[in-house]
Each structure stands twice: as C-alpha cells, then as structure tokens.
C-alpha cells in the first residue's frame, strides 16, 4: 500500500503546484524566489523589473520601491506598459523589443518633470559645462560630466535637457546646483562629507508618483544613498498585474513629437599607427535606441578617404564597423564623418581619433 499512497500524494502535490503557477498573472512565469520584499515600503520588486534593479545601481541609482508593478499609460507616449515607481526613477516593461536584455527601460522622468516644472521653458543661463552635446545643445561640466561616464552614461541617465543652475530642491526646500538630464535630476550636494555621494540623483520618480496618485504615502527616505537593504526573497506569491488607480487630473506633457539624435565615439582616440579602430554610432528616439538603422562612415586621412559601414543597429539602436589604421599618419587627426539612415531619413555627426 506504501507505493499506491505515495504516488497518489505526489499526484495531489503537482496538481496543487499547476494550479499555483496558473494564478499567477506576471510577464512570465515568476516564482516567489524572483521576488524581494522591501519592508521600508512595504512594496516588492519581482522580474523583470527586480533583475534590472540590482544590475543598475540598486538603492543608490534607483531608490526603494513606492509601487506594485502594475499597467500604466506612459506619460512620453501614450502606450501602456507594465511600470513601477521607485524613489528616483520608473521601469517600464517593452516587450516589444526583441532583445531582452533591452526590455527593461527607464522612464523619460527628466523631461517629463521639467517641463511640468518649467512649462514655458527654463530662462537662459551661461553655459558653464565643457562638455558639450550637440544632440540637445546642452553642457555638462567636469563634475557632474564624471558622474554621468560613471553611472550609466546615455543608456541610463540620458541626455543633458538644461544647463547646469541653482534650483530649490522640492525634497528638503535648500538650494543646490542642479542639472535636468532625460531620465534623471543631477543635484550636487558639498555638504555631503564623503565625495562619493556628493553628486546624488533627485527623487524624480517620488515626486511623479506622489503627484499622479495623492492618495499613496510612501514613507519618507534620505537623499544620501544608504547600503541596499539585506532583504531575503519574499515567500508571498508574485502580485498579479492589474491597473493602478485612476490619477486625478494632473498637469502631464502630451505625447512627443519623434526627437531622433545620434551619437557616435571611436574605441581608442589616440591609437597606436599600426593597428585597428572601431567607430560606434547610436541612434536614438526621445531617448530610447533605434533598430533597424544603418551606419555608413567617411574617414579623412591626409590624402585619401575611405569608409566602412556597419550592419544594421539592434534593438539598443547601436552599429558599428572597424578599419585599419595602418596608412594613417602619425600625429595626424583622422575626422570620421558619420552618417546614420533610418526610414529615409539620415542623421550626420562625427569623431575623431590621433595615431601616435
């Protein structure tokens, strides 16, 4: 009888596990152990969203949960995602890009807040950046410069949208220099004692959720980054993905017009004679890349200009192609002109590199 009984309770057992997995209503099929409970909040991170999290800086890039990972209307676009609210930024769900390791995105929290800030655009200050950007006209200076290459760069902080200015922060009520970049809000912070943390993001994704949804009280937090909490895997099923609440009227942008920009770098920019460099483009649109574009390439040597070209961008919107070097003069600046095609249209920038 042992036998007959035992494989009649493992039948009981896989039935009840089927009925479990068919309850639960995520992007994918995820289990308890993808989750993790944050009790600071009271709010839980699951894939795909919890992956991203610890792979791109955690507490002190992201900040806590203020959500439940839910479908929302975005606010750039008009489309419906699977979002979730954390203290400096929101995720959102692409499933439409093939690549999943781009399915993850950030929310364009920068833009969307200045202009809800500055509606009539922020008055003209001098530019006090050396680092340029003639996709937005924009500059960054040394300081926060280091920190964007530090922390992400373009995939993760965006494009500078205003100049470096002294802005009253909304958080503590004092005034920092701040700087508006797509997806987040620069603030430098001198009385911060470890260097480090004086550069911090501002809580962009706090007040968005706050001003969309009144009715939430997320609980207060520090603007200095903290270590991320030792949270273990919440044994609660995966929340089942349903509509947040209704906001009430709020003054949030319109969808955006199409905003293409390309950027383009060359892997070494002062490169031995005999070797090879490779130039990298990226095309994006109001701030995410671009597939299917193609990448042709005219460098400039002293007396000949040849090229390549790369095959067609994935789903990051990136392409690039490579040469040899080996006739370019020493000390002689080799300019690339580069030239991106999407659907007829092209996009034109440059770089540059110096043989030593």
């Known amino acids: 009888m042992r036998p007959v009984l035992s494989r009649a309770l493992l039948c009981v057992v896989l039935l009840l596990a089927g009925f479990a997995v068919d309850r639960v209503e995520t992007p994918a099929s995820v289990s308890a152990a993808a989750c993790q409970s944050f009790p600071e909040t009271g709010k839980q991170?699951?894939?795909?969203?919890?992956?991203?999290?610890?792979?791109?800086?955690?507490?002190?890039?992201?900040?806590?949960?203020?959500s439940d990972a839910a479908n929302e209307t975005n606010a750039s676009n008009g489309q419906v995602y699977l979002t979730?609210?954390?203290e400096r930024a929101r995720f959102e769900y692409h499933p439409e890009i093939a690549d999943p390791q781009y399915q993850v995105l950030l929310g364009l929290l920068g833009s969307e807040q200045l202009l809800i800030k500055y509606p009539g655009g922020r008055p003209a200050v001098p530019s006090t950046g050396v680092n340029c950007f003639d996709q937005t006209g924009r500059c960054v200076d040394d300081r926060f410069f280091a920190?964007?290459?530090?922390?992400?760069?373009?995939a993760q902080q965006g494009l500078p949208i205003s100049e470096p200015f002294d802005e009253t922060n909304p958080t503590d009520g004092k005034t920092y220099r701040t700087q508006y970049f797509e997806r987040a809000r620069f603030e430098y912070h001198p009385e911060v004692a470890d260097p480090t943390y004086q550069i911090l993001l501002g809580l962009l994704g706090r007040e968005q959720f706050t001003a969309r949804y009144p009715g939430s009280k997320p609980v207060g937090a520090s603007?200095?980054?903290?270590?991320?909490p030792s949270a273990s895997p919440s044994p609660a099923p995966a929340p089942s993905v349903s509509p947040l609440p209704a906001p009430p009227p709020a003054p949030v942008p319109s969808p955006v017009a199409d905003n293409f920009q390309v950027t383009s770098s060359v892997s070494n920019t002062s490169p031995t004679q005999n070797s090879r460099v490779t130039v990298t483009a990226r095309l994006t649109n109001n701030g995410q890349g671009v597939a299917g574009a193609t990448l042709n390439t005219t460098w400039h040597y002293k007396t000949t200009t040849p090229g390549c070209t790369g095959s067609p961008s994935g789903g990051d919107g990136t392409m690039s192609c490579t040469r040899?070097?080996?006739?370019?003069?020493?000390?002689?600046?080799?300019v690339i002109d580069v030239v991106v095609s999407y659907q007829g249209r092209t996009f034109a920038t440059s770089t540059s590199f110096t043989p030593r």
């Open 223 to 228: 603007p200095q980054p903290t270590p991320a």
């Open 84 to 86: 979730q609210y954390f």
């Open 147 to 154: 920190y964007w290459q530090a922390h992400g760069g373009l």
């Open 45 to 66: 991170v699951c894939e795909p969203f919890l992956g991203y999290w610890q792979q791109h800086g955690g507490l002190a890039q992201q900040g806590l949960p203020l």
């Open 324 to 334: 040899d070097i080996s006739t370019a003069g020493k000390g002689y600046t080799v």
